[in-house]
């Protein structure tokens, strides 16, 4: 699928974005080795996300989506309980999603039959001896393809021992496999993290009994004495959705853009923190509580920018953000920096070299860091043919340097966006209505 885009002369409005799509993945994970039914309001139905929803029920997990009347899609879903879990008849696969297979990973590595993980071409390249490696410290028997690096994992669940593990990556998915490996395991885990990530594992297991504890840096959690409690929940809108827009309005010369109800977490707010650094004129207001997160409504207003410098802690609150970031500083002028990056080159693509690669083709000036970019910005962008890669993070962030540029952008394989947000062409179709965006719109409306 490509998408051609022009900038239109306003951009205003207001955007539901999608559901979490990391809380989306936990609200069912979790829920499916708790004992009884949930209902979770506002859970993202996106590639990623129906890959967890279906190897939990290769795993005997019993589930259902409607969409409940103007409440966003609705999940109900029957754990059966901390000993439920039975073994899949076929392999699991999560397709192009490695929350499914590094949190299945330690929730299976703890379940006492055979379990087999892999995932697209993409996935299959992505590193998984961090993970191997502290389960099998636990005790459990793993292995992978390529010395253990890579999927297809194979796993024998057992009996598992809790260890003090120093993560040597910041990583919310390696620490929360070990979290959900340790909730079956003997006695305590601790997990050392060198930077503070995303929290949302451990906010959840706590609002379903678990005994979670610790400080930033240090999280540990003891073994599960009952079942976990089932947690009936509405999912925070995305913030790496929400980030798309920000950008988009903070650098159009005309814009106002409304982004209600979105999840503020400060582990996962950088976006927000480095756009005001940068001088955006962005509110956060109606701050409020859902679901055991925070949540806020955002406004974003046309912007005169200032380059900025990314790196050290901040860099896990935001490492999804930095392709559409990257977009903003291109069009920022002065050197913006982003350093202690090189995570981005084990996501969905190699993201350093194709954010370079693909921004340049619409007149960027972005060098290529080994951890991370330096942008130059330039006055502006000029509409070209660029592609996805297959990520859909640089689809989306291309759609929106597409809003921005001068004459048509085109992007191939814009279909990716499905991943984490399904309606991201509809919803940029509808937001530059007054200028002229072509192509197939798709995805639902989520009001
Ligand atoms: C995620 C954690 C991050 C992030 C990914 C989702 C999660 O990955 O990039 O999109 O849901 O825990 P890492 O934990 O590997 O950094």
């Given at each position: 699928?490509?998408q051609?885009i022009?900038?239109?002369?306003?951009?205003?409005?207001?955007?539901?974005?999608?559901?979490?799509?990391?809380?989306?993945?936990?609200?069912?994970?979790?829920?499916?080795?708790?004992?009884?039914?949930?209902?979770?309001?506002?859970?993202?139905?996106?590639?990623?996300?129906?890959?967890?929803?279906?190897?939990?029920?290769?795993?005997?997990?019993?589930?259902?989506?409607?969409?409940?009347?103007?409440?966003?899609?609705?999940?109900?879903?029957?754990?059966?309980?901390?000993?439920?879990?039975?073994?899949?008849?076929?392999?699991?696969?999560?397709?192009?999603?490695?929350?499914?297979?590094?949190?299945?990973?330690?929730?299976?590595?703890?379940?006492?039959?055979?379990?087999?993980?892999?995932?697209?071409?993409?996935?299959?390249?992505?590193?998984?001896?961090?993970?191997?490696?502290?389960?099998?410290?636990?005790?459990?028997?793993?292995?992978?393809?390529?010395?253990?690096?890579?999927?297809?994992?194979?796993?024998?669940?057992?009996?598992?021992?809790?260890?003090?593990?120093?993560?040597?990556?910041?990583?919310?998915?390696?620490?929360?496999?070990?979290?959900?490996?340790?909730?079956?395991?003997?006695?305590?885990?601790?997990?050392?993290?060198?930077?503070?990530?995303?929290?949302?594992?451990?906010?959840?297991?706590?609002?379903?009994?678990?005994?979670?504890?610790?400080?930033?840096?240090?999280?540990?959690?003891?073994?599960?004495?009952?079942?976990?409690?089932?947690?009936?929940?509405?999912?925070?809108?995305?913030?790496?959705?929400?980030?798309?827009?920000?950008?988009?309005?903070?650098?159009?010369?005309?814009?106002?853009?409304?982004?209600?109800?979105?999840?503020?977490?400060?582990?996962?707010?950088?976006?927000?923190?480095?756009?005001?650094?940068?001088?955006?004129?962005?509110?956060?207001?109606?701050?409020?509580?859902?679901?055991?997160?925070?949540?806020?409504?955002?406004?974003?207003?046309?912007?005169?920018?200032?380059?900025?410098?990314?790196?050290?802690?901040?860099?896990?609150?935001?490492?999804?953000?930095?392709p559409v970031?990257?977009v903003?500083?291109?069009?920022?002028?002065?050197?913006?920096?982003?350093?202690?990056?090189?995570?981005?080159?084990?996501?969905?693509?190699?993201?350093?070299?194709?954010t370079?690669?693909e921004l340049?083709r619409l007149?960027?000036?972005?060098?290529?860091?080994?951890?991370?970019?330096?942008?130059?910005?330039?006055?502006?962008?000029?509409?070209?043919?660029c592609q996805s890669?297959?990520?859909?993070?640089l689809a989306m962030a291309l759609g929106v340097a597409g809003?921005?540029?001068?004459?048509?952008t085109v992007v191939e394989g814009a279909?990716?966006?499905?991943?984490?947000?399904?309606?991201?062409?509809?919803?940029?179709?509808?937001?530059?209505?007054?200028?002229?965006?072509?192509?197939?719109?798709?995805?639902?409306?989520?009001?």
């Open positions: 699928m490509k051609c022009r900038s239109p002369s306003r951009l205003r409005g207001t955007v539901v974005v999608p559901g979490d799509k990391s809380i989306s993945h936990r609200a069912a994970i979790l829920n499916a080795i708790a004992l009884g039914p949930a209902r979770v309001e506002n859970f993202l139905v996106g590639e990623d996300t129906r890959a967890t929803l279906d190897c939990l029920q290769a795993l005997g997990v019993g589930w259902s989506l409607e969409e409940a009347g103007g409440r966003g899609p609705t999940l109900s879903i029957h754990g059966p309980g901390r000993v439920g879990l039975r073994e899949s008849e076929d392999v699991l696969d999560a397709r192009n999603s490695g929350t499914t297979v590094r949190l299945l990973a330690g929730v299976l590595a703890a379940h006492p039959f055979l379990s087999v993980l892999t995932g697209d071409s993409s996935l299959r390249s992505r590193p998984m001896g961090r993970v191997v490696g502290p389960l099998r410290e636990m005790g459990a028997q793993v292995w992978g393809r390529g010395g253990d690096a890579y999927p297809p994992l194979a796993i024998r669940g057992g009996a598992l021992r809790g260890i003090h593990y120093r993560m040597p990556v910041a990583s919310a998915q390696v620490k929360s496999a070990l979290l959900l490996a340790g909730l079956f395991a003997r006695g305590g885990t601790a997990v050392e993290e060198p930077a503070p990530t995303r929290d949302h594992t451990e906010r959840m297991l706590r609002a379903m009994g678990a005994r979670v504890s610790g400080e930033a840096g240090l999280v540990c959690i003891e073994p599960l004495e009952g079942e976990l409690v089932p947690l009936d929940l509405r999912v925070p809108g995305d913030i790496s959705a929400a980030a798309f827009w920000m950008v988009a309005a903070a650098l159009h010369p005309d814009a106002e853009l409304h982004l209600p109800g979105v999840g503020v977490n400060p582990t996962r707010a950088g976006i927000i923190d480095v756009l005001r650094t940068m001088g955006a004129d962005l509110d956060v207001t109606e701050e409020r509580e859902q679901g055991g997160e925070p949540v806020a409504d955002i406004t974003v207003r046309s912007s005169q920018l200032a380059p900025v410098e990314v790196s050290g802690d901040l860099v896990p609150r935001l490492i999804d953000e930095i970031l990257a903003a500083a291109a069009l920022t002028p002065g050197r913006s920096v982003v350093r202690d990056a090189a995570e981005l080159r084990v996501k969905e693509s190699d993201r350093i070299v194709t370079c690669r340049r007149g960027a000036r972005v060098e290529e860091l080994p951890d991370g970019l330096a942008i130059d910005g330039v006055q502006f962008l000029r509409g070209a043919r890669h297959g990520d859909h993070r809003l921005l540029a001068r004459g048509e279909g990716a966006a499905e991943v984490s947000y399904p309606g991201f062409w509809h919803d940029l179709g509808w937001l530059a209505s007054s200028g002229q965006v072509k192509g197939v719109a798709r995805g639902g409306d989520r009001t």
